[in-house]
């Protein structure tokens, strides 16, 4: 579904993400993992050209490289971004409203599909996004992002400064994503609880991919464990 070749991310003369490749295969949960500033919000914020990027980004087989943000949405690409920036002086149904920008004629019908996946977010259809709490601000990002019908999920951090109970809910929640068929890149410090969901994953240190391979083998990997799971 998406070839990534190389890319590159510059702020200036700092270089955030130094020529990195890797594959997200269709129906799969793929995983980014690595600690603060590795580059992995650089990266995927780069994959929807929101920041300046070198190398290649094949999406289905298309460069995407001339494409705005928001016609890759229209193309099958959705990010829910770091700190779920939801709109918080909107009410959760107005955000998403502007979730289906692209997408207004299944708009009522994709509506019930979120409440449905997300309950707690019906009772609160009329409530500002601002006033809402972590985890159902996290929920909202969410199916906003899922309201412009996406084939590729991208989740930066869904599980920061979340309680554990709703994190595994919410991991939960991915996992059914990917069995109703989205492909999803999963970006996670929570290495743990994203690697126990994942088909593949790679590792990312200081703008590089250190290390890669099924989350199978990753999660009993010695190293691996006392690096970056603290177990
Ligand atoms: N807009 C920016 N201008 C300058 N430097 C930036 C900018 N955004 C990120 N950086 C730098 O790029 C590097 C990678 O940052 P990035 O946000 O991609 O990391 P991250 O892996 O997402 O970290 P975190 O886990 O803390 O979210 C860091 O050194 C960061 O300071
Ligand atoms: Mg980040």
């Not at 059914?176 to 240190?205: F, H, M, P, W």
């Amino acid at each position: 579904m998406l070839v990534v070749k190389n890319l590159q991310v510059f702020y200036g003369l700092i270089q955030a993400v130094k020529g990195i490749s890797f594959e997200v295969k269709e129906g799969q949960i793929i995983s980014l993992i690595g600690s603060n500033g590795a580059g992995k919000t650089s990266t995927l914020n780069a994959l929807i050209n929101a920041v300046k990027r070198k190398g290649e980004v094949i999406f289905l087989g298309y460069e995407t490289k001339r494409h705005l943000t928001h016609s890759l949405v229209k193309k099958g690409i959705s990010l829910v971004p770091e700190g779920r920036r939801v709109f918080i002086n909107l009410s959760v149904e107005e955000n998403l409203k502007i979730g289906a920008f692209n997408n207004d004629e299944n708009y009522e019908h994709l509506k019930k599909q979120m409440y449905k996946l997300f309950p707690r977010l019906e009772n609160k259809k009329n409530v500002l996004a601002g006033n809402l709490s972590g985890g159902e601000a996290q929920m909202l990002a969410i199916s906003r992002a899922l309201m412009s019908e996406p084939k590729l999920l991208m989740l930066d951090e869904p599980s920061l400064g979340l309680a554990p109970k709703i994190v595994g809910e919410l991991f939960e929640t991915i996992v059914r994503l990917k069995n109703e068929g989205i492909t999803i890149l999963l970006v996670e410090q929570n290495a743990y609880s994203a690697l126990k969901i994942s088909d593949y994953a790679y590792v990312l240190e200081n703008g590089q991919i250190v290390l890669q391979n099924e989350a199978k083998h990753l999660i009993n990997d010695d190293e691996v464990r006392k690096k970056y799971l603290g177990l």
